[in-house]
């Protein structure tokens, strides 16, 4: 597949957002820079190695480590691998730490783990002792989905911000949004609705949350993706917590994700979500439930979800549909490349054919 062009909607209404919170001690201190200094968001992330699972045997290791504001930390070694690359869902060792200027240690079960300096590699010892296990490398995941194309019949709904200078920017030709606001790099910003109604169909998200340590639960970088307006997928900075069904991944208070697929905040991430509407008959009554699938950073997270009615904050389930909605819940979550297509796109139609007597071919 040749390279994905970004694209920018120029005929939106473009705004900035508002300053982010500055303050690191503060409740609601945001960081929306990647490349901005905050020697916590520096320490944070996944790695990936081989160390010494005790004096016998060795194994791959995944590691997550979340900040949690003021030099707090939280983590989990994961044996096997990170989630979607290795790690079987379970065998898991919770971990707990502080930062000491640029170093952070963090103890849990048998282990300690240390993370200097810019946090590219992670040192596991025993607990008890000072030799080394093995060295974990820092690794930064990108979906396999991400800068795909809109698929067969498909239409892009918003493109976003070209990836240098020097590659040009391309108006996508329609107003797919209501209300929509802009950062100043031209990404999306929540807090918005189509102004076309879908129904049946595959849709291609991706999305940034902000990195905000210090806030807790539904706090932590809020949003969610409105499917006919009713059923919401959640989003928000669940990056190595339980993946409960409030978090990233799940049909809102509905059903858990299977895994959490959670990247690091300030890091790009995708949802690929294939939604079939309830059916209603002639008379209204509903006869069949909406179902959804989920694939987050590419890994299946929602199955075949059925789903018997409006989840969140969705109003009544009726035959008429609704927009698909970006919701702002003070989260300042941004987005681009975002995409629909019909489930079953139309079929192309027949090839014309070309006859001499009574033999006939495809002309092509």
Known sequence: MSRFRWLLAISMACCSIGVA?????????????????????????????????????????????????????????????????????????????????????????????????????????????????????????????????????????????????????????????????????????????????????????????????????????????YLNGRQEVQIMDSFGLAGAEDEMGAIYKYKKPDINMAFPPLTWQTYDIKYKGPVFNSRGKKIDNAVISVDHNGVTVQDNVEVDGPTGTGPEETSILLPLQLQDDGGQVVFRNVWISPIDPPAPPPAPWCCKGRKCWPAY
């Open 21 to 225: 919170v500055a303050d690191n001690t503060d409740p609601k201190y945001t960081l929306m820079d990647p490349d901005g200094k905050d020697q916590d968001f520096d320490l944070q992330g996944e790695f990936k190695g081989t160390a010494q699972l005790s004096k016998f045997s060795s194994g791959v290791f995944g590691l997550q480590v979340v900040s949690m504001g003021g030099g707090r930390f939280q983590g989990q070694l994961l044996i096997g691998g990170l989630p979607g690359d290795g790690w079987n869902g379970f065998a898991r060792i919770r971990l707990i730490g502080e930062r000491e200027g640029r170093k952070l240690i963090l103890h849990g079960g048998p282990y300690s783990v240390f993370i200097q300096g810019m946090g590219k590699r992670a040192t596991i010892k025993f607990e008890a002792g000072d030799i080394s296990l093995g060295e974990l490398e820092r690794v930064h995941r990108v979906s396999p989905t991400m800068g795909s194309a809109p698929a067969a019949g498909g239409a892009l709904l918003f493109g976003g911000t070209a990836p240098d200078e020097d590659q040009p920017l391309e108006n996508i030709g329609t107003l797919c949004w209501q209300k929509a606001k802009l950062t100043d790099e031209g990404l999306l910003l929540a807090g918005t609705k189509t102004t076309h109604l879908y129904n049946d169909f595959i849709l291609h998200v991706e999305f940034r949350v902000p990195f905000m340590p210090n806030a807790r639960g539904q706090a932590r970088a809020n949003s969610g993706v």
